[in-house]
C-alpha cells in the first residue's frame, strides 16, 4: 500500500506522507518495517534529471525538485504542476517500479474517458549520480486522498470508483503480469501469505478476528473466478484513490497491476465506503452483468485479509489506522 503522483495531501515532517507500502512480506506476514536502504536527496535527483532527461523534457529540467511524499518503497518529489519523480527506496522495490513503467497506461488506459488520471509513467531513468535503481518521471495526479474525505461525503464517489473499477476490469493479455497476493484465488493467496490471526486479535480483539475468519471462510466456499483473468488495479484503498470536490479524479499506485479475480479490487468497498455507499458501489458494479453473488462474497474475503494484514502490522503507520478500524467494522456489521 504505497502512494504515487497523486494526492497533495500533507502531513507534518520533511515529506508528506500520502500512504506507506509495507513490503510484500512483511505486509502480508505481520512483520515490522524494512529499513530504507538508499534515501535519495533533491539534490541527487537534480542531477539524474539533468544527466538523463531527453531533449523533449528538459524544459522540467528549470524547475526545483521538492520532496512530498515517502512510503515503506518509494521517495516521491514533485516537479512543477504536472510531473513527479518516484525513486525506489529499497532493491524489493525495483520490480514494482518496473511493473508501473511498463502496464499503468495500458491498464489504465479506459479510466481517461471518465475523466479519471493515473500517473502515467513519461520517463524511465536508469541508476547514476550515486542511486543505485531505475527511477521513474511520472505525470502528477492532482486532488485530495480519498482517506482525508470525511465518510458522508463519498456518496457520489462510491459509484465514480465502481464506474472506474468496472472500464478497468477488461480482459488482459496473457503477457500481462500475475501477482501471487491479488487476484489469485483465495486458497492461493492464504498459502502465499498465511494471515496472522492471533496478532489480528491483538489489536481487533477476539471476538472481531473470529468474525474476519469466518468472512474469509464464507469467501473460500464461494466459486472461484472462472473467467478470463481481467486487469486489476490491485490497490484501490482510499489512500490511492484521489478525488476533487468529492468526485473521484484519479488512482494512483500501479505497483500491484495485474491480471486475475477482481474481487481483490473490489474489496475496496469495504475499505472506503459505508453499507449504503457499497450498495451503490455494487449496483454499479453489477449493471455490467459481468459479476454474480460469489463475487462478492470473495471480495469480502479479500477485505477481511487485507484488515488482518493491517491490524498485524502496526507499523503500517496512523494513516492507515482510521482505514483498518472503518473496514473492520463494516465486515462485523453487527457489533
Request: proline fraction near 11%.
Amino acid at each position: 500500500m504505497s502512494f504515487s503522483a497523486g494526492p497533495s495531501h500533507r502531513v507534518p515532517g520533511p515529506a508528506a506522507r500520502i500512504g506507506v507500502r509495507p513490503s510484500r512480506r512483511s505486509r502480508e506476514e505481520g512483520r515490522t518495517m524494512p529499513e530504507v536502504e538508499v534515501q535519495p536527496t533533491a539534490a541527487q535527483v537534480r542531477r539524474l534529471l539533468e544527466a538523463q532527461l531527453p531533449r523533449e523534457l528538459r524544459g522540467i529540467l528549470d524547475l526545483t525538485p521538492t520532496p512530498v511524499a515517502q512510503g515503506w518503497d518509494n521517495v516521491l518529489f514533485r516537479l512543477g504542476p504536472a510531473h513527479a519523480v518516484r525513486l525506489p527506496v529499497r532493491r524489493a522495490a525495483v520490480p514494482c517500479l518496473l511493473r508501473e513503467m511498463r502496464w499503468t497506461a495500458v491498464a489504465g488506459a479506459p479510466l481517461a474517458a471518465l475523466g479519471i488520471a493515473v500517473p502515467r509513467p513519461v520517463f524511465r531513468g536508469a541508476p547514476g549520480a550515486g542511486y543505485p535503481w531505475p527511477w521513474a518521471v511520472v505525470r502528477w495526479v492532482e486532488g485530495e486522498a480519498v482517506a482525508t474525505l470525511p465518510l458522508a461525503r463519498r456518496g457520489r464517489l462510491a459509484e465514480d470508483l465502481a464506474r472506474a473499477l468496472s472500464s478497468l476490469h477488461r480482459p488482459a493479455p496473457g503477457e500481462a503480469p500475475r501477482n501471487p497476493h491479488r487476484g489469485v484465488p483465495l486458497d492461493a493467496r492464504l498459502r502465499a501469505a498465511p494471515p496472522s490471526w492471533p496478532a489480528a486479535a491483538a489489536v481487533l480483539g477476539a471476538r472481531r478476528t473470529e468474525r474476519l475468519r469466518g468472512v474469509v471462510d464464507d469467501g473460500l466456499r464461494a466459486a472461484p473466478w472462472s473467467r478470463p483473468a481481467v486487469w486489476l488495479h490491485g490497490d484501490p484503498h482510499p489512500w490511492n484513490l484521489v478525488h476533487r470536490d468529492g468526485r473521484l479524479a484519479g488512482l494512483v499506485d500501479f505497483g500491484d497491476v495485474c491480471a486475475g479475480d477482481p474481487a481483490s479490487d473490489l474489496a475496496g468497498a469495504w475499505l472506503a465506503f459505508d453499507a449504503d455507499q457499497r450498495s451503490g458501489f455494487r449496483a454499479v458494479v453489477d449493471s455490467t452483468g459481468r459479476y454474480d453473488d460469489d463475487v462478492w462474497r470473495r471480495a469480502a474475503a479479500w477485505a477481511a485479509l487485507y484488515v488482518a494484514a493491517l491490524a498485524a502490522n502496526p507499523g503500517a503507520g496512523p494513516d492507515f489506522g482510521p482505514v483498518l478500524r472503518h473496514a473492520a467494522a463494516q465486515l462485523d456489521p453487527g457489533s
